[in-house]
């Protein structure tokens, strides 16, 4: 009877469905869970001061001895960047990741004190592992970072693909070609459900090969007498080989600047992801020793990032990159939504300052990792699933996926879109959403606090960040009752308050006229009553005199 | 002597070089000056609480008997909307504007106190004016509000058009079709200086024709049978037209929501700038009165505006507008930079209260108002001009501008790329830059300040919105000089003060410790360095237990 019960496969995605990034997702079956990667995602508009958010755990609180294992599908951040933020608080479990994932992460703990020394086990394209109920077989799907695997899961109800993020291209630059006869060979062992990822499920059309980037860029290369500064994502290793492949060509040493991208890429090295010739890169500062024709420096910042090296090169800040006239500057990556307007403003200064300025929307010289829509109808196709699921990207992405698999021939009662937190069942028959939901409202990193962080405090820095705040301390004499001295204001991100004396010394003599009225009428005070008063009157009178609400803080002490 | 010496132009814009909006330009000849536009500008990522932005007019003080009056192109805020803050601080001076241009001025009059009475004069497509030393006259230009008109400006060195915001539509709806003939016979007056706008200068082609949106619109509003609920901008007058015939053709009835958008619509139909047959107009509460098939909400919010309409019905918090499926949700307009996350969210929440959702990305339902490179290339070579300066856009946009007169022939030496504050010499022979340079930083308007919030209030905002503050009460007894009671802590935006007990009881325990060391020593006492030593040893010790770093504020105080 038990066994009967039971004897459905439970799909908890934690993150991912509501947004691009912070991607985790539980598979239970029997109470043993198998988690498919580890992800966070960056801050919202909403979250000033946060550094990262992670997915809520609260549901695997207690479960820890049935969780069985993660797979990592590949090495990005928003794939791999939660692991030390959870894995101390669930206990080491074993993990699964391709070489350079491994390297990846590896090289990340480094950043973290306190972590446990992690054990993960290294797949390889048709690797199979067998965790628990489950059997995972790992196949390679191309993205813009080498070692990126589609999950092949054999479980006790049926097989399920997972594609992790991908992209199909035929001709990538250093990677390998879709096997698109491999994968077709995987959707022949018969597939129950596909969980395929959603980012491009709103862009019509294929998206770029790499070789088309190539062969763009290589039309700026070969133009080019100039140095040439071109940036990307640190994580764009596909891209940033590109990169080293031209200069090699055109005889162009280089210069890798930023300690993300430098990191990234003498991992790749050291696992031969990345190949670069003997006497290739050099050191920034020696940049000044070949002729401008022969230097190319590679770094960080494509995104207009305060503190990158992009940024520093811009506002002259750079040791040793000073812009000239005659330079090139290549913003290798697409701008992600909401750095517009400071990507614009990098593009300004580099035009200032006398360089050519070449970004992707002059010419086809970035490409996204994800696929479009008729790579992603041609996934389906491939996989033939019975159930379908759309997984990563903004609700908006998943519910046109899930249109695409419908116009695919998959029934619509067999497609399914679910959010963060929401349990989906899945048997051999059918797929079907429990009406219990488990936590998974964001957890907030910000510095050694993870998830101590609220709504309060968010709420608060969002006021203060409009229009300051105002604290006023006021000593009352606890035997008359009256107000000693003059009461002093802190006031910041108000008004300059040197050019505020007015305004200033009229708050102050309110102030002493609230307390005075208020205290100093013998008897018990109620000073959370006069509290509040300071609060609405000085408030109201701020308004008046500013149309501007500063927080107030009113403190009184009775000496 | 004198007058040989002066007989140039200078041409001097105070905003609009370096972005889009902020649109003001003067013209100075032998000290008289004329002004195209007073726009304001959205306040960047880097200015918390800062309402908008206006041109800086130092340059003007102590010339303002000089001033002849201002040219207003259009109706849009960043042509228009610095006229409230500027006009009182130079004092009334004539200003010419076509009707609805006029009408949106007057109106917003209305929502500033103290104002000048403004004298208008109404110009119409080949009004003439002589204004000083210039001759002026409108001519029609397609944009996307009607009464948009370039500039043909007889001046004493030569002839200079301006061309306003602008797109070429042979078929607008809601204006008369571009007059090519026209723009041919002003360019055979021989134009010595083009200023022609390059918002669309990165864009390749020809922007679409408001026919084609139409024509998309019209697909829709022939599928749906629910309410149709779409937003665009308040200002979009030939949008929201669009919007109402296709209404009136299904038999839709028409509600506008939202204040800007209702206040534009009521001033466009009284100048007859928008048609609406009678009894098409609705109350919004009344939409419940007829069936979903006969209703469309025109309404604010598409950017994902806090308080405008559509966020309010995303949020469940209209009084009457409560989503249903069978709801179709139209966003006809593009999305600002900068506000694409908010939309995403937007519209996800749309689709999950199970509306369909159609936006511009998914097909041609809105269109810029700004000519792209086909356009742009085309009117310099209607007007033909010697001298060529690109104005209204990012620097980026002007410096793609300037290569595009290039590839029409205009030579490299007379075409002129300027940035804010830089002064423009025009003769009939040359154009060129002063050495001079006039203020041009921009002043952030906040409530009632004008120009009052600067850096250091800007950088608090921006440090409080990060990490919050930390207020130290301490009180000292000036007989002893040791601290009286435990210090009053106020703390907001840093952490969970109820969860933090312990971190505030350490915090006490080292203020007392480092107060009594330094005042307790018997003799006179450095307050300030007192202070200072609060701030840094709390500081790092705060840093130390969280790794933030809130701004600590330490107040002293003997008695």
Request: some cysteine; overall charge positive.
């Given at each position: 009877?038990?066994?009967?019960q039971?004897?459905?496969?439970?799909?908890?995605?934690?993150?991912?469905?509501?947004?691009?990034?912070?991607?985790m997702t539980?598979?239970?079956?029997?109470?043993?869970?198998?988690?498919?990667?580890?992800?966070?995602?960056?801050?919202?508009?909403?979250?000033?001061?946060?550094?990262?958010?992670?997915?809520?755990?609260?549901?695997?609180?207690?479960?820890?001895?049935?969780?069985?294992?993660?797979?990592?599908?590949?090495?990005?951040?928003?794939?791999?960047?939660?692991?030390?933020?959870?894995?101390?608080?669930?206990?080491?479990?074993?993990?699964?990741?391709?070489?350079?994932?491994?390297?990846?992460?590896?090289?990340?703990?480094?950043?973290?004190?306190?972590?446990?020394?992690?054990?993960?086990?290294?797949?390889?394209?048709?690797?199979?592992?067998?965790?628990?109920?489950?059997?995972?077989?790992?196949?390679?799907?191309?993205?813009?970072?080498?070692?990126?695997?589609?999950?092949?899961?054999?479980?006790?109800?049926?097989?399920?693909v997972?594609?992790?993020?991908?992209?199909?291209?035929?001709?990538?630059?250093?990677?390998?070609?879709?096997?698109?006869?491999?994968?077709?060979?995987?959707?022949?062992?018969?597939?129950?459900?596909?969980?395929?990822?959603?980012?491009?499920?709103?862009?019509?059309?294929?998206s770029?090969?790499?070789?088309?980037?190539?062969?763009?860029?290589?039309?700026?290369?070969?133009?080019?007498?100039?140095?040439?500064?071109?940036?990307?994502?640190?994580?764009?290793?596909?891209?940033?080989?590109?990169?080293?492949?031209?200069?090699?060509?055109?005889?162009?040493?280089?210069?890798?600047?930023?300690?993300?991208?430098?990191?990234n890429?003498?991992?790749a090295?050291?696992?031969?992801?990345?190949?670069?010739?003997?006497?290739?890169?050099?050191?920034?500062?020696?940049?000044?020793?070949?002729?401008?024709?022969?230097?190319?420096?590679?770094?960080?910042?494509?995104?207009?990032?305060?503190?990158?090296?992009?940024?520093?090169?811009?506002?002259r800040?750079h040791?040793?990159?000073?812009?000239?006239?005659?330079?090139?500057?290549?913003?290798?990556?697409?701008?992600?939504?909401?750095?517009?307007?400071?990507?614009?403003v990098?593009?300004?200064?580099?035009?200032?300052?006398?360089?050519?300025?070449?970004?992707?929307?002059?010419?086809?010289?970035?490409?996204?990792?994800?696929?479009?829509?008729?790579?992603?109808?041609?996934?389906?196709?491939?996989?033939?699933?019975?159930?379908?699921?759309?997984?990563?990207?903004?609700?908006?992405?998943?519910?046109?996926?899930?249109?695409?698999?419908?116009?695919?021939?998959?029934?619509?009662?067999?497609?399914?879109?679910?959010?963060?937190?929401?349990?989906?069942?899945?048997?051999?028959?059918?797929?079907?959403?429990?009406?219990?939901?488990?936590?998974?409202?964001?957890?907030?990193?910000?510095?050694?606090?993870?998830?101590?962080?609220?709504?309060?405090?968010?709420?608060?820095?969002q006021?203060?960040?409009?229009?300051?705040?105002?604290?006023?301390?006021?000593?009352?004499?606890?035997?008359?009752?009256?107000?000693?001295?003059?009461?002093?204001?802190?006031?910041?991100?108000?008004?300059?308050?040197?050019?505020?004396?007015?305004?200033?010394?009229?708050?102050?003599?309110?102030?002493?006229?609230?307390?005075?009225?208020?205290?100093?009428?013998?008897?018990?005070?109620?000073?959370?009553?006069?509290?509040?008063?300071?609060?609405?009157?000085?408030?109201?009178?701020?308004?008046?005199?500013?149309?501007?609400?500063?927080?107030?803080?009113?403190?009184?002490?009775?000496?």
């Amino acid at each position: 009877m038990k066994k009967t019960q039971q004897s459905h496969l439970r799909i908890i995605p934690l993150g991912g469905q509501e947004e691009v990034g912070l991607n985790m997702t539980l598979f239970e079956y029997e109470r043993k869970i198998l988690i498919v990667d580890m992800g966070f995602g960056f801050p919202g508009e909403d979250m000033p001061g946060i550094d990262c958010i992670i997915p809520n755990i609260s549901y695997l609180k207690g479960k820890e001895k049935n969780i069985l294992g993660v797979v990592l599908t590949h090495g990005h951040y928003d794939h791999i960047g939660a692991i030390p933020y959870i894995i101390p608080r669930i206990g080491p479990i074993p993990m699964y990741a391709s070489r350079l994932t491994k390297g990846m992460i590896l090289k990340r703990q480094e950043d973290f004190a306190n972590q446990p020394k992690l054990n993960i086990e290294e797949l390889k394209d048709g690797s199979n592992v067998r965790v628990g109920p489950f059997q995972i077989e790992f196949f390679r799907l191309n993205h813009n970072i080498p070692d990126n695997f589609g999950l092949f899961i054999k479980t006790p109800v049926g097989n399920i693909v997972h594609t992790s993020d991908f992209k199909f291209d035929e001709s990538p630059v250093n990677d390998i070609p879709t096997d698109f006869g491999k994968l077709k060979r995987i959707g022949q062992r018969g597939i129950l459900l596909l969980m395929s990822e959603s980012t491009g499920a709103e862009e019509e059309g294929h998206s770029l090969s790499e070789e088309t980037i190539f062969k763009n860029l290589d039309k700026i290369f070969e133009k080019v007498r100039g140095r040439i500064i071109a940036a990307s994502f640190a994580s764009m290793i596909n891209r940033i080989q590109q990169l080293i492949i031209l200069s090699e060509k055109y005889k162009r040493k280089v210069a890798i600047e930023g300690y993300s991208m430098k990191t990234n890429v003498e991992i790749a090295q050291n696992l031969k992801r990345i190949k670069v010739q003997k006497g290739t890169f050099i050191k920034t500062k020696d940049i000044g020793k070949f002729p401008d024709s022969k230097i190319t420096v590679i770094c960080t910042g494509a995104q207009g990032e305060g503190r990158a090296v992009f940024m520093r090169i811009a506002n002259r800040e750079h040791k040793f990159i000073h812009l000239k006239k005659g330079d090139t500057v290549i913003f290798s990556s697409s701008v992600v939504p909401g750095n517009e307007r400071t990507v614009q403003v990098l593009k300004d200064e580099f035009h200032r300052q006398g360089a050519k300025v070449f970004h992707y929307r002059m010419m086809d010289i970035h490409a996204s990792g994800h696929a479009k829509q008729e790579e992603l109808k041609k996934m389906i196709r491939l996989m033939k699933p019975k159930f379908f699921l759309p997984v990563y990207g903004y609700y908006s992405m998943l519910v046109r996926h899930a249109e695409l698999a419908e116009e695919e021939g998959i029934r619509r009662e067999n497609i399914l879109v679910a959010e963060n937190g929401q349990v989906i069942k899945l048997t051999p028959k059918r797929i079907s959403l429990e009406k219990e939901k488990v936590p998974s409202n964001y957890v907030m990193v910000d510095g050694l606090g993870i998830g101590d962080v609220g709504e309060v405090v968010l709420r608060d820095r969002q006021v203060l960040s409009q229009d300051g705040m105002f604290v006023i301390v006021t000593i009352v004499d606890r035997q008359t009752g009256k107000v000693r001295s003059s009461p002093d204001i802190i006031s910041r991100g108000f008004v300059y308050l040197r050019e505020s004396k007015e305004l200033l010394k009229e708050t102050r003599k309110q102030v002493i006229a609230i307390v005075n009225r208020a205290a100093g009428s013998g008897g018990a005070v109620n000073w959370s009553y006069v509290k509040d008063e300071l609060r609405n009157k000085i408030g109201k009178f701020l308004f008046s005199k500013t149309k501007r609400r500063p927080m107030i803080l009113p403190v009184v002490i009775e000496v």
